[in-house]
Nanobody, 122 residues
Framework: QLQASGGGLVQPGNSLRLACAAS????????TAWFRQAPGKEREGVLC????????YYAYSVKGRFTMSSDSAKNTVYLQMNSLKPEDTAVYYC?????????????????WGQGTLVTVSS
């Protein structure tokens, strides 16, 4: 399973790091991604990286501000979010799948984490 954490209230322009910890499987063997769903809006893909860290997909709205990293020893991936904007407010979900396109395009995953709420407001 996946356990997402790190959400909270942050002021515009500040940073926040979300964590997604895996248990029961080796996260580094999977493509991992972050999605978000803002109030009243559809879920959207935020960032996705394949297991070899060769291919990365970004939502245009977060490119240059958000990055992913991983810690294999902790079986955890992170979403570093910088220069946060009010429009980044959403519930953020992590997910993992063996197939990159199935995860990023079809939103189908072997594993989904529960959401963590990020609120960007002054």
């Amino acid at each position: 399973q996946l356990q997402a954490s790190g959400g909270g209230l942050v002021q515009p322009g500040n940073s926040l790091r979300l964590a997604c910890a895996a248990s029961g499987f080796t996260l580094s063997d999977y493509t991992t991604a972050w999605f978000r769903q803002a109030p009243g809006k559809e879920r959207e893909g935020v960032l996705c990286i394949n297991s070899r860290h060769e291919i990365t997909y970004y939502a245009y709205s977060v490119k240059g501000r958000f990055t992913m990293s991983s810690d294999s020893a902790k079986n955890t991936v992170y979403l570093q979010m910088n220069s946060l904007k009010p429009e980044d407010t959403a519930v953020y979900y992590c997910a993992a799948d063996v197939q990159l396109l199935r995860l990023w395009v079809l939103w189908e995953a072997n594993y989904w984490g529960q959401g963590t709420l990020v609120t960007v407001s002054s």
